[in-house]
């Protein structure tokens, strides 16, 4: 099977195998790794080598702290305005999509001040802002945006440039895909369930200088500064998510690393946008510059055919291509461990459907 999941995705068939080797006989231990003591000597020794790897791939500076959170990338929607903010505090945050729209909402119901940097909606979330046009306020406590909006399959090609004040990016559909510059960011948080393994744990990296002003009432769950001191294990962390984490980490760094998996992920972007645009049955919507190169949205005309497509899809083991239930059409994520055969599979069979159907 081919799997094009925007999420659970698909994660790297050597990592599954090697989980599976394992399941019941971890360590040597003779019991699965999900049947241990989190704070035992040999589950804090993968903690840490899980970490280790992912400030290797992504060389994170010692002055960032790395956490493995829960709630997903929702919990973080909160958990950035209630440790960056103080009373009276003012944020500005992008809105180019439905991820970013939700962490503006959140933020709203939190009672933080949102100011709109800017607003693609009017474009319907088929472009980012100009690089030139943005103006933040020097005063706010952070900026947050969305480098890549998994649904719409909108990408910022460029990082903003935000002065003085914290950028805040949820990298949720992006991390790990291309070598990043982490000291340009105040906070990164990204969900495991799209390129880094099974949902149920969120990744924050943050800068030092941003732990210890958060607000009073910040459940300690959700409090950096707390997980920070306690090497994330305030409570129960998901033990077997951070160890299936780890094994993607090793097979990152086995495959080459991350300058490896952005000439891949280039590469099959490149295959599937061209099959698009030379195509008179298939189209995408996004402008050229800023199209997601792990998520590829895409609308047949007519729209009729899309059930078929999706079905004929299925049938030649191509599976999960239907657009979110919020926008519709078609969609196929080409993370990581979505091999260039899956793509190359993809567009032949999108060339043999409109040769039947166009
Ligand atoms: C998937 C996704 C989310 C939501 O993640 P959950 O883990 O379901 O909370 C948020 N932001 C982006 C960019 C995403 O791709």
């Keep these: 099977m081919f799997n094009f999941s925007a999420g659970p995705a698909a994660l790297p068939l050597p990592v599954l195998e090697r989980a599976r080797a394992e399941l ?3 360590n040597g231990s003779g019991l699965s790794v999900m049947e241990v003591s989190h704070r035992g000597k040999a589950f804090t020794a993968l903690a840490e080598a899980a970490e280790a790897r992912l400030r290797a791939l992504l060389s994170i500076p010692s002055h960032y702290r790395v956490l493995f959170m829960q709630g997903g990338a929702t919990a973080q929607f909160a958990a950035v305005p209630l440790n960056l903010t103080a009373p009276g505090a003012k944020t500005e945050y992008l809105n180019t999509g439905v991820w970013s729209a939700k962490a503006i909402e959140e933020a709203g119901r939190l009672g933080v001040a949102v100011r709109l940097a800017a607003d693609e909606a009017a474009s319907r979330y088929t472009r980012v802002p100009d690089r030139q046009s943005l103006r933040f306020d020097a005063d706010a406590a952070y900026v947050h945006y969305t480098p890549n909006e998994t649904i719409g399959g909108v990408e910022f090609p460029y990082v903003p440039d935000t002065g003085s004040v914290p950028l805040v990016a949820d990298m949720s559909s992006t991390i790990l895909s291309r070598p990043i510059e982490v000291g340009r960011f105040g906070l990164i948080y990204a969900g495991a369930q799209k390129n880094i393994g099974p949902a149920g744990l969120c990744l924050v990296i943050v800068h030092e200088a941003l732990l210890g002003g958060a607000r009073a009432d910040v459940p300690s769950v959700l409090d950096y500064t707390r997980l920070a001191a306690h090497g994330s294990m305030l409570n129960t962390p998901p033990t077997f998510a951070w160890y299936v984490a780890g094994l993607v980490f090793e097979w990152i760094e086995a495959e080459g690393g991350l300058a490896v998996m952005a000439a891949r992920n280039r590469a ?7 099959a698009i645009d030379a195509s008179g049955l298939y189209r995408n919507p996004v402008e050229r510059t800023c199209r997601s190169w792990m998520n590829v949205p895409f609308m047949l005309a007519p729209a009729e055919l899309e059930a078929t497509f999706l079905r004929e899809a299925a049938a030649e083991g191509l599976t999960h291509l239907e657009g979110h239930r919020s926008v519709g059409g078609l969609r196929a994520s080409l993370y990581n461990a979505v091999p260039l055969e899956a793509v190359e599979a993809l567009v032949g069979f999108m ?8």
Excluded at 268 to 274: N, P, S, T
């Design 24 to 26: 019941t006989d971890w």
């Design 268 to 274: 099959k972007a490149d295959l599937l946008y061209g």
């Design 351 to 358: 060339r043999e459907f409109e040769r039947r159907h166009g």
